[in-house]
């Protein structure tokens, strides 16, 4: 060995960005899509009355606020009860069918029928038995958003390994033990999960009951915009609807992240 000193070249360390990009890109994507569309419509001189500019649909939004908002209101109204009551119910259904394989069996071909069956054929009956107004929009929202959650927390149950219920078996486990332990955590991923797309399926019940069946909603109003010609007062509406949305839908993945964060992958799954 030499005495020659052994240099050591510095480890570098990596960069840190100081803009978090992940949190600015919706911003960006949605500023950046806005101004397109602005863009198309003023360098085609697109007429409102077939593709209104954005700034014509903020005009429409202040316009006629008083109104939106008391509109926005109910249709978050029956969005959320309806989303509620699928909630509770697909649950309590979701566990049932995937309890017992016959039960699966007998109930499964009826709920995938009934699914198939466009809720919009549904809402005249739903007139006739309840009336127009809120609860027809309230069941509408409630039977196109039950699907999803059942079948989801039905799927987490059908994914216990038979080989850990051989063991849990060998060990005195009943089958009420198995449920309560390790069926129904092992399913809290998959009802969660689905619940984002329950709260979005649960608009489109209200809006598509608000259009038919209903004297207030989101849907009622666009629908009475568009016999006028209002086409930006329909385009605000339907801003509206997006935003409710994903207001929900953040809160629904928040939940979840909360929730269930124990089966979230890792961030290196995701770099």
Same mark, same amino acid.
């Given at each position: ?34 101004? &397109? +569309?602005? *863009? $198309? ?9 077939? =593709?209104? %500019?954005?700034?014509? @649909? ?69 007139? &006739? +038995?309840? *009336? $127009? ?9 409630? =039977?196109? %958003?039950?699907?999803? @959650? ?122």
């Amino acid at each position: 060995m030499t005495d020659k000193a052994i240099e050591t070249v510095p480890l570098r360390e990596p960069k840190v960005s100081l803009v978090n990009w992940v949190a600015l890109a919706p911003w960006i994507y949605t500023i950046g899509f806005f101004l &397109i +569309w602005e *863009g $198309i419509v003023r360098f085609f001189g697109i007429r409102p009355t077939i =593709l209104p %500019a954005p700034t014509a @649909i903020a005009g429409a939004l202040y316009q006629y606020w008083p109104a939106i908002q008391k509109h926005s209101i109910q249709t978050l109204f029956t969005t959320t009860v309806g989303f509620g009551l699928a909630v509770v119910g697909g649950l309590a259904l979701g566990l049932l069918v995937g309890w017992s394989r016959v039960i699966y069996a007998g109930l499964y071909p009826l709920m995938v029928g009934f699914n198939a069956i466009p809720k919009v054929a549904v809402v005249p009956i739903l007139v &006739i +038995w309840f *009336g $127009i107004g809120t609860i027809p929009a309230v069941l509408t929202a409630f =039977l196109i %958003a039950f699907f999803p @959650i059942v079948v989801n927390v039905a799927t987490g149950l059908a994914t216990i390994e038979p080989e850990t219920e051989d063991v849990l078996r060998a060990l005195g486990a009943k089958k009420m033990d198995i449920m309560l332990k390790v069926g129904i955590p092992r399913s809290m991923p998959y009802f969660f999960g689905s619940l984002k797309v329950a709260i979005t399926l649960a608009f489109v019940g209200s809006v598509i009951s608000e259009t038919i069946a209903a004297n207030s909603g989101l849907g009622y109003m666009m629908a009475s915009a568009q016999s006028l010609f209002n086409v930006p007062l329909v385009f605000a509406g339907l801003i509206m609807l997006a935003v409710e949305g994903i207001v929900m839908y953040a809160i629904m993945a928040w939940v979840e992240k909360h929730m269930t964060g124990w089966a979230h992958r890792s961030q290196l799954a995701n770099a």
